[in-house]
Every structure is written in structure tokens, then in C-alpha cells.
């Protein structure tokens, strides 16, 4: 097989090396291997949420994504697999993550597997993949795996922290591989298309229907 799979890493680590972005590009390169030792390569895109904070507010504002912010969008959505990383703020996700996923039409990951991964202060809010982010990215209908990863600031260091990545990314390996198997491409669609019927959503475009002013002077002097 020489197809290529796409792995996307949504992380709102707010730090050019946070603990959040590098747990989220653990799990990849982890699942990565999973996928390459079986004769299949993937790509991994990670998307920086910290890089994309005004444009998010922006769009949330006006309706209207930047390039920069729809890139990020289309990366996740023709996504094979998605890793979601999120710091603990407050009991729950940050903001800044939530906010990402907002401006995500609610059907778009429809099927897609997921991993939910979240840092923190103390093992005490470990409880935020169940409460708050495995929630919100059912809602948005991604399959999310039962295996989610919480990383304490003790944890780092550890060997078991390791081999919970390890476990983590053996299962997200594994689903992205059956979904490479789900088609053969004949019909025009990658190999995930026909089990993700979610698939290549687009941002909707409210004014997309708005004829532009030189048509509109046409039609009056018709």
C-alpha cells in the first residue's frame, strides 16, 4: 500500500513547548509507528491553537475564518484520525479549545477517530476527558476511542506515562488502519470516505449566496 494517512493533533497548549502539545505529538508519533509497521505511512499535521486565538475570536465575531483558521478546519476534517489535547482549566477544557470546536459544523467529524488527551496540575482533574471533552467530541459525532490519556505534571518522567501513550496510540493505530481497508478508492473517495459520511464538510458560508454588485447592476439594466 502506498496510500498516505492523515493524522491531525489539535492542541491548546498555550506555550511553544507545552506539556499539552507534546503529550498530543507522543500519541501520533506512537500511533504512527502502529500504522508504518504495518506497511502504511501517515502524515501528521499538528494544529497550534495558541497561533490561531484572534483569528478564532474573529471568526466567531463576523462569520468569516482567515485562511489560516479555514487551513486548520480542512486539515481536521479530511483528517484520518484526530488526536484532541486540551491543558485543564478550571475542572474542564480551556477556552481556547472549546472555541475551535465551536466554529466546527456540529455533523462535520462524523465517524472520525478520536483520541481525547488532557494535561494538568493534578491527577484530581483526570476526570475531564469523561466530564467535558469526551462529551463535546461525541456531540460532534466523532468516534471517540474508549482509551483517552491525562498527563499530571508528576507523571512526566515516569515509564508508565510512556506506556500509556504507547497503549493509546496502539489503538489509534489499529482504527486508522481499518478505516484505510474501508474502501479501494475506485469511486473517487479516499479509503475513510465511505465510513465517514461526515467527511470534507465545509465552514458554512453565510453571504455564499449573496450575488456580488456587478451582477445585481446587470440584472437591473435586463
Do not use: C
Request: net charge negative; no cysteine.
Amino acid at each position: 500500500m502506498t496510500d498516505r494517512l492523515t493524522l491531525a493533533v489539535v492542541t491548546a497548549g498555550l506555550s511553544e513547548d507545552s506539556t499539552t502539545t507534546r503529550l498530543g505529538e507522543a500519541i501520533a508519533q506512537s500511533a504512527s509507528g502502529v500504522v508504518e509497521n504495518a506497511g502504511q505511512h501517515v502524515d501528521i499535521k499538528v494544529i497550534q491553537l495558541r497561533d490561531l486565538a484572534h483569528g478564532l475570536t474573529d471568526m466567531m465575531i463576523t462569520h468569516v475564518a482567515s485562511r489560516a483558521v479555514q487551513d486548520a478546519i480542512d486539515t481536521v476534517l479530511t483528517a484520518d484520525g484526530l488526536i484532541a489535547a486540551s491543558p485543564t482549566y478550571k475542572a474542564s477544557y480551556s477556552g481556547l479549545f472549546k472555541q475551535f470546536f465551536d466554529v466546527i459544523d456540529e455533523s462535520a467529524l462524523e465517524n472520525l477517530p478520536t483520541v481525547v488527551a488532557a494535561t494538568g496540575g493534578s491527577p484530581r482533574h483526570s476526570l475531564v476527558l469523561e466530564t467535558a471533552m469526551r462529551p463535546l467530541l461525541s456531540y460532534l459525532k466523532a468516534l471517540v476511542l474508549p482509551l483517552g490519556i491525562y498527563a499530571a505534571s508528576e507523571d512526566w518522567g515516569h515509564n508508565d506515562l510512556q506506556r500509556r501513550i504507547d497503549r493509546v496510540g496502539a489503538s489509534l493505530g489499529t482504527m486508522l488502519l481499518a478505516g484505510s481497508r474501508g474502501g479501494d478508492g475506485s469511486d473517487g473517495t479516499s479509503h475513510g470516505d465511505a465510513a465517514r459520511p461526515g467527511l470534507r464538510r465545509e465552514v458554512k458560508d453565510e453571504f455564499g449566496d449573496v450575488p456580488d454588485f456587478a451582477s445585481l447592476l446587470a440584472s437591473v439594466g435586463s
